[in-house]
T-cell receptor, first 113, second 113 residues
Framework: EAGVAQSPRYKIIEKRQSVAFWCNPI?????LYWYQQILGQGPKLLIQ????????DSQLPKDRFSAERLKGVDSTLKIQPAKLEDSAVYLC???????????FGPGTRLLVL | AQSVSQHNHHVILSEAASLELGCNYS??????LFWYVQYPGQHLQLLLK??????LVKGIKGFEAEFIKSKFSFNLRKPSVQWSDTAEYFC???????????FGAGTTVTVRA
């Protein structure tokens, strides 16, 4: 069974630039999550989708972050404009209907200079 | 807000030593509990989980964890570690009514051959 795919794996940008991350969940998984993991901390949930609807985006900085999940499958997370403190690993995870186990992708490591 | 505390930031031990990693959570309601592991260069993967039933849970690679409700704890154990257990270990908790996964800060385990 293919796992959660993410791209790119690494990205370096300057502050105030924009960046987008892509995630393809495990086939058949209705729920998709985006997490931010800052160095030395555990992952923090940014947004949760159920099919193509948002379930929870309470911790998403909506002034600069946006996410969408078209057709209930792939998802993109965008940051515009980026700040230095956005440097982190962005993880995508998927699961069958909650509370089933979440399966994580390899993450995108973002460095904002 | 729910929080998850992992007592040790970095643990160093020799092969064949026993390992115990502490995890406490602050939420008083019904919870689901997880331990995830991230081996060097790999993505987060599930070690074990507890939803209900026997509070002693066995996971992959010889790991087990015990849920002690009165202590709000879910400590991870392994009787005899191997060099290949070198990794970062994350405790995570969801409340049964919202399934939002809250992670601890993680414990880095280094096993010396």
């Amino acid at each position: 069974e293919a796992g959660v795919a993410q791209s790119p794996r690494y990205k370096i940008i300057e502050k105030r630039q924009s960046v987008a991350f892509w995630c393809n969940p495990i086939s058949g998984h209705a729920t998709l999550y985006w997490y931010q993991q800052i160095l030395g901390q555990g992952p923090k949930l940014l947004i949760q989708f159920q099919n193509n609807g948002v379930v929870d985006d309470s911790q998403l900085p909506k002034d600069r972050f946006s996410a969408e999940r078209l057709k209930g499958v792939d998802s993109t997370l965008k940051i515009q404009p980026a700040k230095l403190e956005d440097s982190a690993v962005y993880l995508c995870a998927s699961s069958l209907d909650p509370p089933e186990t979440q399966y994580f992708g390899p993450g995108t490591r973002l460095l904002v200079l | 807000a729910q929080s998850v505390s992992q007592h040790n930031h970095h643990v160093i031990l020799s092969e064949a030593a026993s390992l115990e990693l502490g995890c406490n959570y602050s939420y008083g309601g019904t919870v689901n509990l997880f331990w995830y592991v991230q081996y060097p260069g790999q993505h987060l993967q599930l070690l074990l989980k507890y939803f209900s039933g026997d509070p002693l849970v066995k996971g992959i690679k010889g790991f087990e964890a015990e849920f002690i409700k009165s202590k709000f704890s879910f400590n991870l154990r392994k009787p005899s570690v191997q060099w290949s257990d070198t990794a970062e270990y994350f405790c995570a908790v969801t409340r049964s009514n919202d399934y939002k996964l809250s992670f601890g800060a993680g414990t880095t385990v280094t096993v010396r051959a």
